[in-house]
């Protein structure tokens, strides 16, 4: 961790030369020097405006003071002017929870200098407009948001004029399309704009906020008709925890305080005790001359963004719970903390250590009495239920991370980002993390039935990941009765999913003395064997002969030439006894053989794969029948281990060897048991990828599809290509629909033939449930996938252009070959197996 | 992300100090007779490989796969082995398909713990046939030559300081 530190904060020599292995390295042997010059001024201001505000020790209205009239009377210091300009707009785009800070420091800079607050104010719109016209509305928000508090600085109705316009592109969107999604991400920012204008010194807007208001309310509180398919909880109403869209809720609160004068207890007023020096009294801040708002021109149609955007469901983990200790929905606080924490968790992914410490420091950037004293206990919060309402700083903090690991279709960064922010957090203050961490899992845990499968995976995925980081210590004693539940219960399945996650992150032994005696029996004796044992090392075993002879050749690397006698002896021998298919014996004893030798490491039985390659192609090309015995003969041969069994479906998918929709066949219709097979966690991740693979391929076609620069004839190439991969994508998502709906209607066969018969044991409405839940999950993968290439291909330069005299085209292989991953180069370093 | 150049806080997705480092003093030999030596920054410039280090010796391929395939798909994973006697030494690199994946991993998984150690992630030009074999005089990793502390996880105390810890004790039986 220690040079891992030393890389974050760019110390140098701090350690000098604790580390050995950079004794030799001249810039940290070096002694840490006394520093022999004074600092300039410029690096002063930005260390000042940087840290505004984080530490509670200090008066933030000094500093928004200090640093406004430092900076105006040196005026004409360029570095000087140019670094508070800039720091400050990066301030505003990276870590919005400072806006009002930032902005104070803008009001005084215009009230001491009007030049260098004009000089900030045109840059912002500068920036303003180039995200405008790019459509990067996030930043568009943060940057309106900043105009927004300056509002005093302006004549006439200064911002309101540019939200209004917002307003009317929004209406023109929604008036097109009922689909529309873009003019509802101009009312969210038109909404989110209009407290930081009221919280600022501006005053008598009232009437005009209010009639904005009134007029965002028709397109704000109609429910999207794509919500359900993001909501975090799939079959039960529950608008407490998550179901109304963000924006709805936003758009009650705002009406709430509106007719409460605009309290915004919440937000910051810095400039409202600042004063310029001691002996001064305290003054309504205004400003002599005013100025015009800057000019922004807002395109018709506005552009769409990077970003896809997909309505926002507000989820809280700690909704429900005897006593509140975040914001309700119904408090505007609860929306405007989660924002401003959301899209500083979201833009700063790049230093997951900061952005665990500004969520930790929430309460540094909000009115005193919002938050109760951090690391303060949940009983405590109990007692003082009664008293003002403040909120658990750790909570909101950890409540705002979930809220985008659990965010769908897909957050914005890997899921993995979150986790590690959590995982800091943990890190940074565990005995106040802690707490809140566990009881946003019970909540977790308890709604494991009615959570979207794809949730209570990306849960489990969580759970054992953040488990690893921390010694693997879960209090699992509290679940201990739900051992006692059906196989196929999502809690115990859970249970078990995410055991399997520890192992594989672990090992099984490791594992086990983490568990309390009651869950022992859940890791079993052959979950602890390194190498599986061999089927055919048992005489009793049919081909066992063959079996043992086909391992040995194959551990000696033998040549295809040398293995076809004894596969062809299994074959025959199969015939004679009136196998139908002799080819599944053979290939049962092939592949069980080459996951025996290559059970050392994944790059062994990849290099065996490898090998093996040929023959294995030829058979999975051959017979269907023997393709999926593939799938089995690999599943079986590791099904202690699931992890790995998965791992290596993967691979052969990449080397063709199967293909996606065998994969589908195999766990949808061959082995689905009834739907038993959807309770296992570890099948549902191999499907999950499998179809990701697919999905992930046909993005990158369209990518290259939509090139800017493309013309004939590699644009008719790639048009057929994605025809032709779109098609097989539909097909599998079809297949997905054909196989899962009999089971979540409880027609399936196998299903009926279970129980009494009557289909009606508890056993079978689960199994229902679970087809539901898988359904659920790809219906929206198919839906917003296919939404993605109509997106990507509105603007695609059709079939047909021809290159412009002169031009270059763009640099595609004309069979319209796309890279894509696969196995190939791992066998590169080929490993002595 | 933002739109101007620099940012509010660091970055994790640089290479390292040591890499910077031990390009900077190369370089510093190598001015004379290579003045046009091409940048070594450049060639991380699409890297999709990443040294992976502080492991412990008894970590898995599979416990590796499992953590790092979280930031993307894996292309190529190599175990750093004993020079001697082929065993694995605590480190690997581990490459991916895209340079994103490369920078999302150490931004997300650098620094985090694996088998319960905190590992070391670094952006890599490129593996090389011969890199995957530690560098010690011993076989294994240069720092675990003369590391002071006793790591149960890399094999127990430096060898450097376990050969003479051992030779001493030997010796002192001989003295009496």
């Known amino acids: 961790m220690a040079d891992y530190d030393r890389r974050n904060n760019g110390h140098r020599g701090g350690g000098g030369g604790r580390k050995r292995r950079y004794r030799d390295d001249e810039d940290y042997d070096r002694r840490p020097q006394r520093r022999r010059y004074e600092e300039p001024l410029f690096v002063q201001i930005r260390r000042q405006l940087l840290t505004i505000a984080e530490s509670a020790a200090r008066r933030v209205e000094d500093d928004v003071v200090s640093i406004a009239k430092t900076v105006a009377e040196n005026y004409e210091d360029e570095e000087l002017r140019n670094t508070m300009i800039n720091i400050s707009l990066d301030l505003v785009l990276e870590q919005p929870m400072k806006i009002p800070f930032v902005a104070a420091v803008a009001l005084f800079a215009y009230k001491n200098k009007p030049e260098l607050g004009t000089e900030l104010i045109n840059k912002t719109a500068t920036i303003l407009q180039k995200n405008i016209e790019s459509g990067s509305w996030r930043e568009v928000k943060l940057l309106v948001r900043f105009l927004g508090c300056l509002q005093p600085l302006f004549v006439g109705n200064g911002i309101f004029p540019l939200l209004e316009e917002f307003f009317a592109r929004a209406v023109d969107l929604q008036t097109t399309s009922s689909e529309d999604l873009l003019g509802l991400e101009l009312v969210k920012i038109i909404l989110l704009t209009i407290p930081y204008i009221m919280s600022s010194p501006a005053t008598g807007f009232e009437t005009l906020a209010s009639s904005l208001l009134e007029k965002t309310e028709i397109i704000a509180s109609t429910p999207h008709n794509l919500v359900d398919l993001v909501k975090t909880f799939g079959e039960k109403e529950d608008e407490t925890t998550s179901g109304a869209s963000f924006i709805s809720v936003l758009q009650n609160q705002l009406q709430g305080e509106a007719s409460n004068q605009w309290e915004l207890k919440c937000l910051s007023r810095p400039w409202r005790d600042a004063r310029q020096s001691d002996s001064e009294d305290q003054q309504p801040f205004e400003v002599v001359t005013k100025i015009a708002f800057p000019e922004i021109k807002v395109p018709s149609p506005v552009p769409f963004g990077p970003r896809a955007l997909f309505p926002e469901v507000f989820l809280s983990v700690y909704a429900n719970q005897e006593v509140d200790t975040v914001p309700p929905i119904s408090d505007i606080t609860s929306s405007l903390l989660r924002d401003a924490m959301v899209d500083t968790l979201n833009n700063l992914d790049f230093n997951r250590v900061a952005t665990a410490k500004y969520l930790i420091d929430v309460d540094c950037y909000y009115t005193r009495d919002t938050f109760v004293k951090r690391a303060t206990p949940f009983d405590r919060m109990r007692d003082m239920a009664g008293e003002n309402k403040a909120w658990k700083p750790e909570d909101v903090a950890v409540d705002a991370v979930f809220s985008q690991l659990f965010q769908l279709p897909t957050p914005e960064h890997k899921l993995v980002y979150y986790h590690s922010v959590l995982t800091e957090c943990c890190k940074i203050a565990p005995a106040a993390i802690a707490p809140s961490l566990g009881r946003a899992i019970r909540f977790l845990y308890n709604s494991l039935e009615t959570m979207d499968l794809e949730l209570s995976s990306r849960f489990l995925d969580w759970f054992a990941h953040h488990l690893s980081n921390f010694g693997f210590t879960w209090k699992w004693s509290e679940w201990v009765d739900d051992l006692e539940l059906s196989a196929v219960h999502p809690r115990l399945a859970f249970i078990n999913g995410a055991l399997d996650k520890e192992i594989r992150l672990s090992f099984a032994q490791r594992i086990k003395g983490t568990l309390p005696e009651p869950y022992l029996p859940l890791i079993t004796e052959d979950k602890e064997k390194d190498t599986p044992d061999f089927k055919y090392s048992s005489e009793a075993t049919p081909y066992a002969k063959q079996g043992q002879e086909l391992m040995q050749l194959i551990r000696k690397k033998a040549t295809d030439d040398e293995l076809q006698p004894v596969l062809a002896a299994i074959e025959e021998q199969a015939q004679g006894q009136g196998v139908e298919e002799p080819k599944i014996p053979s290939t049962d004893a092939l592949v069980t053989s080459i996951c025996f030798v290559g059970s050392k490491s994944l790059s062994h039985v990849l290099s065996c794969i490898e090998r093996n390659k040929d023959r294995l192609l030829a058979i999975g090309a051959a017979s269907e029948k023997a393709r999926l015995q593939i799938i089995t003969s690999v599943m079986e041969y590791w099904a202690d281990q699931p992890g790995i069994a998965i791992n290596i479906v993967d691979k052969l998918l990449n080397y063709t060897i199967i293909s996606p929709l065998s994969v589908l066949e195999w766990a949808l219709t061959e082995h689905v048991d009834a739907g038993a097979i959807l309770a296992k966690s570890h099948i549902y991740e191999m499907v999950f990828a499998t179809v990701g693979k697919v999905t992930n391929r046909m993005r990158q076609i369209v990518a290259a599809r939509s090139q800017k620069t493309l013309y004939e004839p590699q644009l008719s190439v790639l048009e057929e290509t994605l025809n032709r991969e779109r098609t097989e994508m539909q097909n599998l998502f079809k297949f997905i629909e054909d196989s899962l709906v009999p089971v979540a209607s409880g027609s399936n066969d196998e299903l009926m033939e279970r129980g009494d018969g009557s289909g009606e044991s508890p056993e079978h409405a689960m199994l229902r449930q679970w087809g539901r839940r898988w359904l659920r999950v790809f219906r929206r993968k198919a839906l917003v996938e296919e939404a993605f290439i109509a997106a990507a291909l509105l603007n695609a330069t059709p079939v047909g252009t021809q290159a412009p005299a002169g031009e270059e085209t763009a640099d595609t292989a004309a069979d319209g070959d796309i890279a894509i991953p696969d196995a190939g180069a791992n066998a590169d370093v080929d490993v002595d197996a | ?176």
């Not at chain 2, 190599?78 to 490459?95: A, I, Q, S």
């Not at chain 2, 240069?142 to 030779?167: F, K, L, N, S």
Request: glycine share 10%; hydrophobic share 20%; proline share 3%.
């Open chain 2, 1 to 176: 992300m933002s739109t101007l150049a620099i940012n509010t806080v660091d970055r994790l997705d640089r290479p390292s100090a040591y890499y910077v480092g031990k390009n900077k003093r190369r370089s510093r030999y190598n001015d004379d007779d290579e003045p046009e030596r091409e940048d070594p920054m450049a060639k991380l410039k699409d890297a999709t490989t990443l040294y992976v280090g502080n492991l412990s010796f008894y970590t898995t391929e599979e416990q590796i796969h499992e953590l790092f395939s979280k930031c993307g798909e894996i292309k190529r994973l190599v175990m750093g082995l004993d020079r001697f006697n082929k065993t694995p030494c605590g480190f690997c690199f581990v490459e991916y398909y895209t340079h994103q994946d490369a920078l999302d991993c150490l931004k997300y998984i650098g620094g985090t713990k694996l088998d319960e150690r905190i590992i070391r992630t670094d952006l890599d030009p490129g593996f090389e046939e011969g890199r995957q074999y530690g560098r010690g005089k011993s076989g294994g990793q240069v720092r675990d030559e003369y590391r002071e502390e006793y790591d149960p996880g890399r094999g127990g105390y430096g060898r450097a300081y376990d050969e003479q810890r051992q030779r001493e004790e030997e010796q002192y039986g001989e003295g009496r």
